[in-house]
Nanobody, 121 residues
Framework: QVQLVESGGGLVQAGGSLRLSCAAS????????MGWHCQAPGKQRTLVAH???????NYADSVKGRFTISRDNAKNTVYLQMNNLKPEDTGVYYC???????????????WGQGTQVTVSS
């Protein structure tokens, strides 16, 4: 099995910054991609940012220029630096990892437990 543990959420005023971390552990042969998703109250979970093992990046339009995703492949860890936070960024942030557990296995998607980010106006 694969476990993802997130940290770094909290309460911040608008215009402030937070840095989220997510470490993957367990039966990991390789990680194809890692990402962050946000679920705002009463809304569906949506992609915030995504990074592949080759370093290809993808961001939601609403966070471009404010958020930066990065990855430490040696530590199986992904980070999300969030700057100039806005009240609409509030939500539970979930980390995901697309993992191959053995050299012959298919890719599987795993989720963390989520970390709350609250931005006050």
């Amino acid at each position: 099995q694969v476990q993802l543990v997130e940290s770094g959420g909290g309460l911040v005023q608008a215009g402030g910054s937070l840095r989220l971390s997510c470490a993957a552990s367990g039966s990991i042969f390789s990680i194809a991609a890692m990402g962050w998703h946000c679920q705002a109250p009463g809304k569906q979970r949506t992609l915030v940012a995504h990074i592949t093992s080759g370093g290809r990046l993808n961001y939601a339009d609403s966070v471009k220029g404010r958020f930066t995703i990065s990855r430490d492949n040696a530590k199986n860890t992904v980070y999300l630096q969030m700057n100039n936070l806005k009240p609409e960024d509030t939500g539970v942030y979930y980390c995901n990892a697309v993992v191959r557990t053995t050299s012959w296995s298919d890719l599987s998607n795993y989720w963390g437990q989520g970390t709350q980010v609250t931005v006050s106006s």
